[in-house]
């Protein structure tokens, strides 16, 4: 999953322990298209030269407008644009950067660029035109008024952004100063979305009950925490030898002070804002079909989240399809670990039988340990490159657990100094699976999104919105396309972990028929809920945490399934045209070389990758 860095917002992916050793040797013996040639650096012509010009300038940018981004890429942070967060001021700047893009663009001639670098342009045209659809005021008025949800909001984000151990860096006294400054300009941030909240009021554009209960309840545990546990003060329990011991106290008690004196009041003042003010008039229906202008902007959340234009109905009907399909399957795996009565009872034997679910939390740590060994052990039979930046499994933070999915990836520093982080989930360990294990690391560590992100990000060639941009379809559908890989290498001949594959994929099916019943068709919380235990083995508390996060996030579950089923479709293609000349790696290669693509400019890439190749 992917609290990526939302699309249109900061790309911030939230995904996985591990160092994989570059430079594996490159496959030979193909009749196919060398297997390196997606990381062939392209033609240096003019008009190229021109084209990268324009994008680093438009990096430039909005760099100076989005300090959340150039954080997570490794920048120091911009105290003046951070203190913008959620202000009109904020907005005008970023129309102002994506029309000084276009006009650029337009003096571009796409046809003397390099094959490369048209594709760049095609995802860059593509961006610009979105960004500006959203920035619209239409779209304003639906979307910057509700500035927080209880799903990856930023008050939530921000105490693991400036915690130690996080995107943040603590190498020297500098940093720490900087890293202070920062903090104490958070409750600008907090008082800004108070006053987008209350725009939203006036305007009747206001979020679910649901959702404003939540985030009452992340608040009070924030607050709940004492100052010496509170991540907002962690960096100071253990300084590197770059700080001047003499001046180490100075900064404890610093940080002590913004948290007690700055930070906690500025989160009572959400708190009570929300529960006292906003709480009474929030919309007790569920779906953004009853929000004022609901249903036009579930259509465009669809063709964002998928990069296709695609009709609710529609993907109602895939959603039962595969639905359907799946659980012919999942039948079969059902017989095979000997369970005798019909499907529907035995996703209530995987709920209640302790032999399917992780007794203590270091069980569920070292099946995920040894899963990550396995599958290092299978990656150079799938791919000709592999990131250089280490990947680390972690539990989530205890203040965040409840409210998080079963698994999520955050992204390392470009230069691979800063793992890659993949995420588990212990809360309620009952609930949690050890049929999931394979499947989760595949999806969220490797060869998920931790290779499709890091071998983006790393890959200088690229502009920097490939290299650190995306969309839902294509990062969430590589990562769950990532997780059939483990039928090729062998991992679901084991029963267990093939019921666990299929319960998986079952869940991307479940939420085509979910988020559109939730947001077309009008269902309401319990209603989704009851779908998905009544079709899935998925425990009661992550249908819940997935429901809920459909209805703070409309559309965006249904990238995760198109975006696969796009890719799986795009290698059965690649398979019919080259027969034996087919190279699993190699199409690997081609799938990932440019960064996140929308997936209609990802197959004319391809089109024209097997075009070359016959």
């Given at each position: 999953m992917v609290p990526l860095a939302k699309v249109g917002m900061t790309m911030n992916f939230l995904i996985s322990r591990r160092r994989f050793a570059a430079g594996f040797a490159l496959a030979t013996g193909s009749a196919a298209l060398p297997a390196g040639l997606?990381?062939?650096?392209?033609?240096?012509?003019?008009?190229?030269?021109?084209?990268?010009?324009?994008?680093?300038?438009?990096?430039?940018?909005e760099d100076a407008i989005d300090p959340l981004g150039l954080i997570y890429r490794g920048g120091k942070p911009n105290l003046t644009a951070f203190r913008q967060i959620f202000t009109d001021l904020a907005v005008r700047q970023q129309r102002g950067v994506v029309s000084w893009a276009l006009a650029g663009l337009k003096r571009i001639n796409r046809a003397r660029l390099s094959p490369e670098r048209q594709i760049s342009y095609d995802v860059f045209l593509r961006d610009k035109h979105e960004q500006d659809l959203w920035l619209s005021p239409d779209m304003v008025a639906l979307t910057e008024v509700r500035p927080?949800?209880?799903?990856?909001?930023?008050?939530?984000?921000?105490?693991?952004?400036?915690?130690?151990g996080g995107p943040l860096p603590y190498a020297s006294e500098s940093d720490y100063r900087l890293n202070l400054n920062l903090i104490r300009a958070f409750p600008q941030v907090l008082d800004n979305a108070i006053?987008?909240?209350?725009e939203g009021i006036a305007s009747d554009v206001v979020e679910t009950r649901m959702t404003t209960r939540n985030m009452i309840e992340q608040i009070d545990a924030i607050l709940a925490q004492p100052l010496v546990e509170s991540p907002f003060t962690s960096a100071t329990k253990a300084f590197p030898d770059a700080v001047p011991t003499a001046r180490r106290e100075a900064l404890r008690q610093q940080y002590f002070a913004a948290a007690e004196n700055e930070i906690y009041p500025a989160y009572r003042r959400l708190r009570q804002f929300l529960n006292d003010e906003y709480l009474p008039v929030t919309r007790e229906v569920v779906g953004i079909l009853a929000m004022k202008g609901g249903a036009a902007l579930y259509l465009k959340e669809i063709e964002r989240q998928t990069t296709m234009r695609l009709e609710p109905e529609e993907v109602h009907r895939l959603g039962l399809s595969e639905v359907a399909r799946i659980q012919k399957d999942m039948d079969q795996v059902r017989q095979q670990l000997g369970f005798a009565g019909p499907l529907h009872d035995f996703f209530e034997e995987i709920r209640t039988n302790p032999k399917y679910h992780p007794k203590t939390k270091e069980e569920f740590a070292q099946a995920f340990a040894d899963t990550a060994k396995a599958v290092d052990a299978q990656v150079p039979r799938f791919f000709n490159k592999v990131p250089k930046t280490p990947l680390m499994i972690e539990p989530y933070p205890a203040y965040r657990e409840k409210y998080e999915a079963g698994g999520s990836y955050n992204q390392g520093a470009p230069d691979g100094s800063r793992p890659g982080t993949f995420y588990y989930n212990t809360?309620?360990?009952?609930?949690?699976?050890?049929?999931?294990?394979?499947?989760?690391?595949?999806?969220?560590?490797?060869?998920?999104?931790?290779?499709?992100i890091s071998l983006a990000q790393e890959d200088e060639s690229l502009p920097e919105f490939q290299r650190f941009g995306g969309n839902t379809a294509y990062v969430e559908g590589w990562a769950l396309y990532a997780e059939t890989l483990g039928y090729d290498m062998g991992f679901y001949k084991n029963p267990m972990q093939h019921w666990g594959t299929l319960d998986d994929e079952m869940l991307r099916a479940m939420r085509l028929v979910v988020d559109t019943g939730l947001h077309?068709?009008?269902?309401?919380?319990?209603?989704?809920?009851?779908?998905?235990?009544a079709n899935s083995g998925v425990g009661r508390s992550d249908a819940t945490a997935e429901v809920e996060r459909y209805i703070v996030w409309p559309g965006q579950a249904l990238g995760y399934k198109i975006g696969a089923l796009t890719i799986q479709r795009l290698r059965r293609k690649a398979q019919d045209a080259l027969g034996a000349r087919f190279d699993i790696r190699a199409f690997h290669d081609q799938v990932l070389g440019s960064g996140a693509l929308p997936l209609p400019i990802l197959e004319a890439k391809l089109d024209r990758w097997l075009a070359a190749s016959r």
């Open positions: 997606a990381w062939a650096r392209p033609a240096d012509s003019a008009e190229d030269r021109r084209l990268m010009t324009l994008f680093r300038e438009t990096a430039r940018r927080l949800t209880h799903f990856g909001g930023l008050h939530v984000e921000f105490p693991s952004l400036v915690a130690a006053v987008r909240f209350r809360y309620d360990l009952p609930s949690r699976f050890l049929t999931g294990v394979v499947t989760l690391y595949m999806h969220e560590g490797a060869p998920g999104h931790h290779f499709q077309a068709k009008g269902w309401n919380r319990e209603q989704a809920i009851e779908y998905m235990l």
